[in-house]
């Protein structure tokens, strides 16, 4: 059972920066799609930066490129996400994702589909304000 755990969060105010770190364990399929959703209260969950195998391709929200970039670690079994530019709009829990089906990354309808992510995490929260 592939386990998920997110770190990282914290405050900032606009502009600042926050590096969000996501570990796996149990995790053993070379063949994925692993990222990071985000909700904020009274909404829905939803993508913001998915990084899959098929392809090696990274997707971005629109609302975040050129702000957020996703990154991963292999060895350390890790994922990544490095805010920049932080603003009040990026406040909200952020969870790690991901999916290790063999069709990962190849048959989503879209990659920020939260029903495609088996694996989960319990999220780290993030709150930009002044």
């Not at 990154?71 to 932080?86: E, G, P, R, V, W």
């Not at 709009?89 to 088996?118: I, V």
């Amino acid at each position: 059972q592939v386990q998920l755990v997110e770190s990282g969060g914290g405050s900032r105010q606009p502009g600042g920066s926050l590096r969000l770190s996501c570990t796996a364990s149990e995790f053993t399929s070379t063949h994925y799609c692993m990222g990071w959703f985000r909700q904020a209260p009274q909404k829905e969950r939803l993508g913001v930066a998915v990084f899959c195998t098929a392809g090696g391709k990274a997707y971005y929200a629109d609302s975040v490129k050129g702000r957020f970039t996703i990154s991963q670690d292999t060895d350390k079994k890790a994922l990544y996400l490095q805010m920049n530019s932080l603003n009040p709009e990026d406040t909200a829990m952020y969870f790690c994702a991901a999916d290790t089906s063999a069709t990962a990354g190849t048959s989503y309808s879209s990659p920020f589909d939260p029903r495609e992510y088996s694996y989960w995490g319990q999220g780290t929260q993030v709150t930009v304000s002044s």
